[in-house]
Structures are given as C-alpha cells and as structure tokens.
Nanobody
Framework: QVQLVESGGGLVQAGGSLRLSCAAS????????MGWFRQAPGKERDFVAA???????YYADSVKGRFTISRDNAKNTVYLQMNSLKPEDTAVYYC????????????????????WGQGTQVTVSS
C-alpha cells in the first residue's frame, strides 16, 4: 500500500511556471511507475506524463516540450515541472503509482494505476 500526497498547485499567469510534487509513503518507491493526470471541470481525467521505474518518460502531446516529469527515489517523490503554462492547463492535477518491475515500461491509461493522490488545483489566468 502506498499513499500519495500532491503539493505545489496554485494560481499563475499564462506563461508562468509551477512545480508539482508528489510524496509517496512506503519503502519501495523505486518499484513504482509514476504518472500525472489532470481533470478539468466537466471533463474526463486526462493523461499528462508518465515515468517508468528506470526513468523512461512519456508525455501527452499537449504538454510535450513544456512539462517535465522527474523522480527522486531517495526522497520518495515525483515532480512535474510545468513551464509556459496556458489557460487550458487549468485543472486538478493528480499523481498516480503502480508497482512495476520493468525499468522501461510506463503507463498512460488511468486504469493502469492502483494508487492516487488527492489532487492539487492548478489555475492559469490569461
């Protein structure tokens, strides 16, 4: 079992940056593939970024080149650096985790993940 706690959301102007953090409990964080998803009001939960246990990353086209996912296994934390933010990035952002023993496999479907954080609101004003 793992618990995830996101932080770092807030209100930012278009073009600005935010860094989200997701702290995980447990002693086997390095065995978890991680992902970030977001959900805007009235919309489905969308994939944003994913990282395998070995550091392989994958991004949604809408954020490629602007967002960066990273992890610090020593701190049991995954990050989402968000640059050049746009109003359409406004959403509740969730981190997710699942056990994975492949160093290269990442997961883009929300149904693939077993554990979720409570979400953090990101609002980008125009």
């Amino acid at each position: 079992q793992v618990q995830l706690v996101e932080s770092g959301g807030g209100l930012v102007q278009a073009g600005g940056s935010l860094r989200l953090s997701c702290a995980a409990s447990g002693r086997t964080f390095s065995n978890y593939a991680m992902g970030w998803f977001r959900q805007a009001p009235g919309k489905e939960r969308d994939f944003v970024a994913a990282m395998s246990t070995g550091g392989t990353t994958y991004y949604a086209d809408s954020v490629k080149g602007r967002f960066t996912i990273s992890r610090d296994n020593a701190k049991n934390t995954v990050y989402l650096q968000m640059n050049s933010l746009k109003p359409e990035d406004t959403a509740v952002y969730y981190c997710a985790a699942r056990t994975s023993y492949s160093s290269t496999v990442y997961y883009t479907k929300f149904t693939a993940y077993d554990y979720w954080g409570q979400g953090t609101q990101v609002t980008v004003s125009s």
